[in-house]
């Protein structure tokens, strides 16, 4: 299945991702199609409860004062969601208002398309027979000192399967591609991602982060693919053997928006182009 339906990533904004949903809905047990059982966890109090253990732990095991340390800990944990919820509520106000800024204003003049999503803004255009998306992102992946927000650009590619089965996704390929072009050990101002369909380029938004970077990035980010002969794709040419997929969330933009739908089981979000 594709990653967009995958609730917690290794980064800390995942801890965002899913504030939103039902916070009395605390830990419930699910049933697998196995029939095997397994725990399901809001991820918002998951997330709170983790934050609480890391902080409580060490000052338990130093202070040896329970009260002490409970009380201090519930205190930082309740400042840490505080935060988390302002810069939540800011990054999705600026979401919608990056088109009254001078970087989508001049990608749009270069033939950069508005394209909505339900709640979801961004620009779109095919270049080379790639789509190619750009958008902000308030959950952020790049780690630009004070930056509050990425600029995401997705290209993409044909979906890496393994024998063509949509069912098989060739994860060591993109293991492979990722470990090239994102190593752990490197500097994580600009991050790369391979997904099934897509490289995704992150970039810490600044307010005067221009257009010719965004533009530039897109080029590197076109050479990498052609480099590694990984297939031009087209999201508005998807043949009937990728109809699956797409149901799954894959070919949609990677973001709280997008998660929302497809976590409450609408019906697949319809795509706006301006």
Excluded at 101 to 111: C, P, V
Excluded at 166 to 178: P, R, T, V, Y
Aim: aromatic share 18%.
């Amino acid at each position: 299945m594709c990653e967009i339906l995958i609730k917690f990533e290794s980064h800390y904004s995942s801890y965002t991702t899913y504030s939103q949903f039902n916070l009395m809905k605390l830990l419930t047990i699910k049933k697998r199609e196995n029939g095997s059982y397994f725990i399901d966890g809001n991820p918002t109090f998951v997330a709170n409860l983790f934050i609480f253990f890391i902080i409580f732990i060490p000052f338990f095991l130093s202070s040896k004062n329970f009260w002490f340390s409970l009380i201090l800990s519930l205190l930082f944990t309740i400042f840490v969601s505080i935060l988390i919820w302002i810069s939540d509520s800011i990054g999705k106000k600026v979401h919608s208002k990056i088109f009254e800024r001078k970087i989508f204003t001049e990608l749009r003049q270069r033939g950069f398309q508005k394209e909505s999503i339900d709640k979801y803004e961004g620009l779109i255009k095919t270049i080379e027979g790639r789509t190619v998306r750009v958008f902000y992102n308030w959950n952020k992946f790049a780690e630009g000192f004070l930056s509050f927000g990425d600029i995401e650009i997705n290209v993409f590619y044909k979906p890496q399967l393994f024998e063509n089965d949509i069912n098989k996704i060739d994860a060591d390929k993109l293991k492979k591609l990722n470990k090239k072009y994102d190593p752990f050990y490197t500097s994580k101002i600009k991050r790369y991602a391979f997904a099934i369909d897509r490289l995704k380029v992150f970039i810490s938004y600044y307010p005067w982060t221009s257009s010719q970077k965004i533009e530039k990035e897109i080029n590197k980010a076109l050479n990498i693919l052609k480099e590694n002969s990984l297939e031009s794709f087209d999201i508005h040419k998807i043949s009937s053997e990728y109809i699956d997929l797409q149901k799954d969330g894959c070919f949609y933009p990677n973001m709280e928006y997008i998660w929302e739908n497809f976590e409450k089981e609408e019906a697949l979000p319809t795509i706006k182009i301006e």
